[in-house]
């Protein structure tokens, strides 16, 4: 399993009720389960102890998943999950993702790499878990243990309400080490796009960086 996979917020992941279970499920692993097509759902489900049933349909499966696994194999399903659908993506396909998603979030043209170039962008601070850079006069923040992200640049003000990137985070991304970004754009797909309304979300702040 990467490990790039574990910081998914899991563990401050609220649950949510499904009717006919008994115990509550992750909002993201139920996503996950019914973004998952049969075969695949059907191969985990016999890796964490289920025998396979033939002819099982996918809801029936994800009934099957819920109700006879226990909650530690819920958990590794889970990562197994976002692994496969994530864990083999280098960073920038990673970044391709999480721009489309902001374009779509935002209703504007997908910030341009190329319109921030790496060698303007100068590191302030440095840490294992956050990154203070200055690009074009922007303070651009990337903060993995507080799940924070923040630029001052003019786009942000009007993105950050819808939580989208601007150029100059993006850049940003490409910057830190590989492993860290590949986890904080991970983790943002993840809850934007398979968390519940009660999901710990990033934050994309509009305070100075600095």
């Not at 998952?36 to 964490?48: D, F, K, N, S």
């Not at 996918?58 to 909650?71: A, K, N």
Request: glycine letters at 6%.
């Amino acid at each position: 399993m990467a490990t790039t996979t574990e910081h998914t917020g899991r563990d401050e992941q609220r649950f949510t009720v499904i009717r006919g279970h008994r115990r509550a499920v992750s909002p993201v692993l139920l996503n996950l389960l019914r973004d998952t097509g049969t075969p695949i759902l059907a191969y985990l489900a016999e890796q964490h102890g289920l025998r396979r049933v033939p002819g099982l349909s996918r809801s029936g499966l994800i009934d099957r998943v819920l109700r006879h696994l226990p909650e530690d194999a819920l958990h590794r399903l889970e990562d197994d999950l976002i692994a496969a659908r994530y864990g083999s993506l280098p960073v920038d396909e990673l970044l391709s993702l999480a721009l489309q998603d902001s374009a779509r979030q935002s209703g504007q043209r997908q910030p341009r790499l190329d319109d921030m170039p790496a060698d303007n962008a100068f590191l302030v601070e440095g840490g294992t878990r956050r990154w203070l850079y200055t690009m074009h006069g922007h303070d651009v923040t990337i903060d993995l243990s507080r799940r924070r992200l923040s630029c001052t640049c003019p786009y942000f003000r009007f993105a950050a309400r819808r939580q989208a990137l601007c150029k100059h985070l993006a850049r940003a991304f490409t910057l830190i080490p590989e492993a860290y970004a590949r986890e904080a754009l991970i983790d943002l797909l993840i809850s934007r796009g398979y968390g519940g309304p009660d999901t710990p979300r990033w934050q994309f702040s509009l305070r100075r960086a600095a």
